[in-house]
Structures are given as C-alpha cells and as structure tokens.
T-cell receptor, first 112, second 114 residues
Framework: QKEVEQNSGPLSVPEGAIASLNCTYSDRVSQSFFWYRQYSGKSPELIMSIYSNGDKEDGRFTAQLNKASQYVSLLIRDSQPSDSATYLCAVTASGGSYIPTFGRGTSLIVHP | DAGVIQSPRHEVTEMGQEVTLRCKPISGHNSLFWYRQTMMRGLELLIYFNNNVPIDDSGMPEDRFSAKMPNASFSTLKIQPSEPRDSAVYFC????????????FGNGTRLTVT
C-alpha cells in the first residue's frame, strides 16, 4: 500500500523565517511529486511540482526531492502570515497508475 | 475558465436520506476524481474516472456510495442511505491528462448527516 507521511504539526514559525515542510513516501517507483496549499475551509491548490532529484525554486518556494531517500520537502522563505495554511504532499507513481496519493498535511502557522 | 464547479456547497440531511453531490469538471479535462476529506483520515480518493469511464473505485466505502459520469461535463456522487459517519467535505477534482497533473479542485461540498 502506497503511503505518504507528513508531520501533522502545527509548525509555528515567526514572520520572515524559513518554514521547512517534509514528506516521505513508501513507493519507490513514485515519479511525480506535488505540494498543495489548503487554507481553512477552502480547497487544495497546487503551489509546486517536482519530477527529478534536486531543487526547484519558484519565488519564495523551493521544492527539494531526494528519490534515494524517498523524501520531498518544501521550503518557504520569508514566511508571511498569509502562508498560514495546511500543506499537502501528493505523490503519483509511474506504470499506469496516475492517481495521486495525498499525505494528511502539515499545518503551518506564521506568527507576526 | 470557470474552474471545477460543485454543488451544493453545503448539505445537511438526516440519517437514512439520499444525498446527491454534483460536479462539473473543467472543459477539456478528461480525468475526474472524487475525494472525501475528514480530520481523522485526511484526503481520501473515492473514485477516479478517465474519459467518463470509472477506472478505480476501490476507495468507495461500501455499496451505499455510487458515482456516475454520464458525459464529459458532469458527474454525480450519491449516498443512499446516508449515515452520520459520512459527514465530511467531498471534493471533486479534474485533470487535463493522465500524464500531467495537477488536479484542479472544486470548492467542495460540506456534508452533515444528523
């Protein structure tokens, strides 16, 4: 059974700090990795996708992938109170199953 | 682009009643997903359609749940009879290709069964 694990948090960081969110997955053939942000009472929205080992940067967000260690992380630089949300990690495998498996999410609180 | 449209936004019903949730995917998307989200279990896949055909329904909890996709622009999720443990937020999501995610989520239906 494919599993995607995240620390539920909450992760509390001060405004302006770097927030580091981590995700581990069990299926070694996983190929695509996504981070979704979900504000309270809202639907998930994609903020980052990464497909190969290494770092991918988009503005204040950096996704990091290490397939050998089976983890993917999301760094948020210069954290803002508006970044306070739950961050969901999603993983899809190759080989015909394109159904993403979601982690339960990490709650991030950025305090002024 | 109107996004994925779900209705109703909120549904309150009594145990034993039939509930029908509706979803209109983004035009041109050929994959559609129904998810259920609870605090205890997170986001769970219920069923996945590709080109209107159910591909994976292993997440459907039991026979009380059924889903249809009669055409590319409409899908329903039905619960009959409903039970209090079905209370959750139900999301519909669509995707343009099996090879290229992301999923685009609707605003969800918050279901409360009393």
């Amino acid at each position: 059974q494919k599993e995607v694990e995240q620390n539920s948090g909450p992760l509390s960081v001060p405004e302006g700090a770097i927030a580091s969110l981590n995700c581990t997955y069990s299926d070694r053939v996983s190929q695509s990795f996504f981070w979704y942000r979900q504000y309270s009472g809202k639907s998930p929205e994609l903020i980052m996708s990464i497909y190969s080992n290494g770092d991918k940067e988009d503005g204040r967000f950096t996704a990091q992938l290490n397939k050998a260690s089976q983890y993917v992380s999301l760094l948020i630089r210069d954290s803002q109170p508006s970044d306070s949300a739950t961050y969901l990690c999603a993983v899809t495998a190759s080989g015909g199953s394109y159904i993403p498996t979601f982690g339960r999410g990490t709650s991030l609180i950025v305090h002024p | 682009d109107a996004g994925v449209i779900q209705s109703p936004r909120h549904e309150v019903t009594e145990m034993g009643q039939e509930v029908t949730l509706r979803c209109k995917p983004i035009s041109g998307h050929n994959s559609l997903f129904w998810y259920r989200q609870t605090m205890m279990r997170g986001l769970e896949l219920l069923i996945y359609f590709n080109n209107n055909v159910p591909i994976d329904d292993s997440g459907m909890p039991e026979d009380r749940f059924s889903a249809k996709m009669p055409n590319a622009s409409f899908s329903t999720l039905k619960i009959q009879p409903s039970e209090p443990r079905d209370s959750a937020v139900y999301f519909c999501a669509s995707s343009g290709s099996r090879d290229t995610f992301p999923l685009h989520f609707g605003n969800g239906t918050r279901l409360t069964v009393t």
